[in-house]
T-cell receptor
Framework: QKEVEQNSGPLSVPEGAIASLNCTYS??????FFWYRQYSGKSPELIMS????GDKEDGRFTAQLNKASQYVSLLIRDSQPSDSATYLC???????????FGTGTRLTIIP | DGGITQSPKYLFRKEGQNVTLSCEQN?????MYWYRQDPGQGLRLIYY???????QKGDIAEGYSVSREKKESFPLTVTSAQKNPTAFYLC???????????????????FGPGTRLLVL
């Protein structure tokens, strides 16, 4: 069983709408959660990190963490064509220096 | 400029040949990582190192080898034993989970630009 799961998509969202990306993780002691954006042919770049239950906002991006339900989500408000990319969810488990990545969700913003 | 560099950008391997991918960082990070990414898939950890002269196998270490002789450098060798080496290889670094407070943003992993390995 995969430890971090994401819907592979593709997820299509009209420009200006809210894009919602979800990630679930296995029942282990979790520590830190990260969202990376990866453009085609490029390396991942960090978008958001979140460590505590609740919401964390940074510009148009909001990360939401619910440890009881074992999911973390990323909301992108006022979606732009430049947001079209694959979004990778990563989880770091307590006592483990490694990150476990999901397979990513491909997001397409339709002009 | 601080960052992570990888070279070459593209690498071609002939059957039976060993090839080495370079990764250098000037971020003064203790930990370095190698990942492999196949089309439509997430990142899979090959090897990682938290300190000079020490490294551990990741989830798919077979057919690969690494060294960590300097803090700044973590080269990856793809050996002839790796039968399906075609992939996008990503190097990353982080401050280190062992020395950084658990909830510090510094434990984030930052990625280099990647090397695309193709088999001739």
């Amino acid at each position: 069983q995969k430890e971090v799961e994401q819907n592979s998509g593709p997820l299509s969202v009209p420009e200006g709408a809210i894009a919602s990306l979800n990630c679930t993780y296995s029942d282990r002691v979790s520590q830190s959660f990260f969202w990376y954006r990866q453009y085609s042919g490029k390396s991942p770049e960090l978008i958001m990190s979140i460590y505590s239950n609740g919401d964390k906002e940074d510009g148009r991006f909001t990360a939401q963490l619910n440890k009881a339900s074992q999911y973390v989500s990323l909301l992108i408000r006022d979606s732009q064509p430049s947001d079209s990319a694959t979004y990778l969810c990563a989880v770091r488990y307590f006592g483990n220096e490694k990150l476990t990545f999901g397979t990513g969700t491909r997001l397409t913003i339709i002009p | 400029d601080g960052g992570i560099t990888q070279s070459p950008k593209y690498l071609f391997r002939k059957e039976g040949q060993n090839v080495t991918l370079s990764c250098e960082q000037n971020l003064n990070h203790d930990a370095m990582y190698w990942y492999r990414q196949d089309p439509g898939q997430g990142l899979r950890l090959i090897y990682y190192s938290q300190i000079v002269n020490d490294f551990q196998k990741g989830d798919i270490a077979e057919g690969y080898s690494v060294s960590r002789e300097k803090k700044e450098s973590f080269p990856l060798t793809v050996t002839s034993a790796q039968k399906n080496p075609t992939a996008f290889y990503l190097c990353a670094s982080s401050m280190s989970g062992q020395t950084v407070p658990a909830y510090s943003f510094q434990e984030t992993q930052y990625f280099g630009p990647g090397t695309r390995l193709l088999v001739l």
